[in-house]
T-cell receptor
């Protein structure tokens, strides 16, 4: 089975702190994603990576950065956490080629509260 | 630009009744369409997907969806609801045919199943 593992399920951080959310996948997927999930808004793409050291901004990249030094690991960084970044964060991965409509596999999510 | 609209943020059915969750999309390219389910405190799991070919798609747990190009719809149905179907359901469309990893999600529909 594909496994996407998010290291922290629940975090509470203070405003202004630097926050790292870590994600690891074990299926040798090229694509990795970070989404943010908020009630009534569905999932919104923060950042996307299709290869090591490659990244693309998604729909809501402001206040976030990412790092992909190894193929299996994709980190989301909140440089200076703010209360409006309190949310559920979902990591996901998939194979690169999209001809057949590749399935995205999701981690279980990280609930971040910024106080 | 692609977009997804799920009609109804909450749907309530009785156990054994028909489940119908509505999804309409807009896409400037032939769409790849997905339904995902999220159980409480978990990540998203793929229910089914439409890429090409047969417009009636069968998924896991007895769910199916029909792609109707003329109506730009991809509604999810299940003939008989079970209590275990209570969850949040997301419809999604691929942003492009070249890399279906980047999805646009609807706002989500919470399904309640009453005994």
């Amino acid at each position: 089975d594909v496994k996407v593992t998010q290291s922290s399920r629940y975090l509470v951080k203070r405003t202004g702190e630097k926050v790292f959310l870590e994600c690891v996948q074990d299926m040798d997927h090229e694509n990795m994603f970070w989404y943010r999930q908020d009630p009534g808004l569905g999932l919104r793409l923060i950042y996307f990576s299709y290869d090591v050291k490659m990244k693309e901004k998604g729909d809501i990249p402001e206040g976030y950065s990412v790092s992909r030094e190894k193929k299996e690991r994709f980190s989301l960084i909140l440089e200076s956490a703010s209360t409006n970044q309190t949310s559920m964060y979902l990591c996901a991965s998939s194979f690169l080629t999209g001809v057949s409509g590749n399935t995205i596999y999701f981690g279980e999510g990280s609930w971040l509260t910024v106080v | 630009a692609q977009s997804v609209t799920q009609l109804g943020s909450h749907v309530s059915v009785s156990e054994g009744a028909l489940v119908l969750l509505r999804c309409n999309y807009s896409s400037s390219v032939p769409p790849y369409l997905f339904w995902y389910v999220q159980y409480p405190n978990q990540g998203l799991q793929l229910l089914l997907k439409y890429t090409t070919g047969a417009t009636l798609v069968k998924g896991i747990n007895g769910f199916e969806a029909e792609f109707k190009k003329s109506e730009t719809s991809f509604h999810l149905t299940k003939p008989s609801a079970h209590m275990s179907d209570a969850a949040e359901y997301f419809c999604a469309v691929s942003r492009s045919s070249s890399n279906t990893g980047k999805l646009i999600f609807g706002q989500g529909t919470t399904l309640q199943v009453k005994p």
